[in-house]
């Protein structure tokens, strides 16, 4: 077998196994085996580890899959040789304890245990499709995702060891009167940095209810993932679920927060929930320089002069203004629902909400602070 099948094969059994090889690894893993030979079974090993493995929590999944593959022997390749060590594949199911352990397989056979991970085919998952179990997992993805927010600058300002910051006097005295009069080290300030405040608005009018249960739990990971986030629900009227949210249980979270809302899966009066927000919380400083994520599919039975108007005053008091419309993924989507429509000329950011995947792309807006005219992030549900 030649150089480059033994290590397409290797790789495979990588990726199979969960470690995420990029093609790039795969190119520099066959050019060191050129460059080390086969012959040294130390020399192949850590030709791989040292080109294949990116992750310290995949050194010792890579030395089972190693010891599985090359089996332990002398390594030649040559072009007539044909690899005839037995690898039995036996698939790890969650939950399966009593699983067929490979018992009836000759002694000494390596096993190569693969586990079959959900994670990648649920990023694409339209939410809408989603099983309880299913909701249940994404939760978790969502998590490491909410965490992310961008920041600020603070009035507060902080020490700096940079020369082109503010001197700090008070304290550049206090030093040189310890040293007889002589300001031997200078000490400067520099604005200090703070997260900047997430609003979200979410959505829980009958047409969202497909995606709103799942959107509900990235807004739920939101809250207890990082600070300054204020949570609104908005479908009929107007409502904060910020501190029933606010619990790091989601079931006990989301059975509050379903309490606490009357209006779930009611009608749809965009233009004029967003008046309130407008007139109670977000004009009067809640949106003031927040990033604001209306989670909504845009669906409106009032008037689009109100919704027109009420996105305008919000635009201008926000730092981004961002649209999560899970239609926005369905082929041939435009966006002629005349809530949407009158919203959009206000929108900084306007990005799909269907899937995990969309959830990223929202969270790499999040974390980008780079405002492009005004920003502010409204998933239907809104926080202070």
């Not at 050194?59 to 007539?80: H, N, R, S």
């Not at 520099?190 to 249960?213: F, T």
């Not at 501190?243 to 989301?254: C, G, H, N, Q, V």
């Not at 009357?262 to 949106?287: C, H, P, Q, V, Y």
């Amino acid at each position: 077998m030649q150089v480059d099948e033994i290590a397409v094969g290797f790789v495979n059994a990588l990726r199979g196994a969960g470690i995420d090889v990029a093609v790039g690894s795969s190119v520099n893993y066959y050019q060191a085996l050129g460059a080390v030979g086969m012959e040294q079974r130390s020399s192949v090993y850590w030709a791989g580890r040292a080109t294949l493995v990116t992750e310290p929590d995949d050194i010792e999944l890579y030395d089972k899959i190693f010891d599985a593959y090359y089996g332990g022997q002398l390594l030649v390749a040559t072009p007539v040789v044909e690899v005839t060590q037995p690898i039995t594949l036996v698939v790890d199911d969650d939950g399966d304890d009593e699983a067929d352990d490979g018992s009836d397989d000759e002694p000494g056979d390596p096993t190569l245990t693969l586990r079959w991970s959900r994670h990648e085919v649920l990023r694409d998952k339209d939410f809408a499709d989603y099983s309880d179990d299913e909701l249940d997992e994404a939760h978790r993805l969502m998590a490491a995702m909410a965490r992310i927010g961008g920041t600020r600058r603070s009035r507060r300002r902080r020490r700096t060891h940079r020369t082109a910051g503010h001197p700090e006097l008070r304290r550049t005295v206090r030093a040189a009167i310890r040293s007889g009069g002589e300001p031997v080290r200078r000490w400067y300030t520099e604005p200090g940095e703070r997260l900047r405040r997430v609003v979200l608005l979410l959505d829980i009018s009958g047409s969202m209810e497909s995606y709103a249960r799942a959107l509900i739990r990235f807004v739920h990971a939101a809250v207890v993932g990082r600070r300054r986030v204020e949570v609104f629900t908005i479908g009929t009227r107007l409502t904060r679920i910020t501190r029933e949210l606010s619990s790091r249980d989601p079931d006990r979270a989301l059975d509050a927060a379903t309490e606490a809302v009357s209006d779930w899966s009611g009608g749809t009066r965009l233009g004029d929930t967003l008046a309130e927000f407008n007139e109670l919380w977000g004009i009067r400083g809640m949106a003031r320089g927040a990033t604001v994520v209306i989670l909504s599919d845009g669906w409106d039975r009032g008037s689009p002069e109100v919704m027109a108007e009420q996105m305008a005053r919000l635009q201008r008091v926000t730092h981004r203004l961002v649209w999560v419309n899970p239609l926005k993924a369905t082929p041939g989507y435009q966006p002629l629902a005349q809530g949407m429509a009158a919203a959009l000329p206000y929108v900084d950011d306007f990005i799909e909400g269907h899937s995990l995947r969309s959830l990223e792309r929202l969270a790499d807006v999040l974390a980008d602070d780079r405002a492009p005219a005004d920003a502010l992030l409204m998933i239907g549900a809104g926080s202070e």
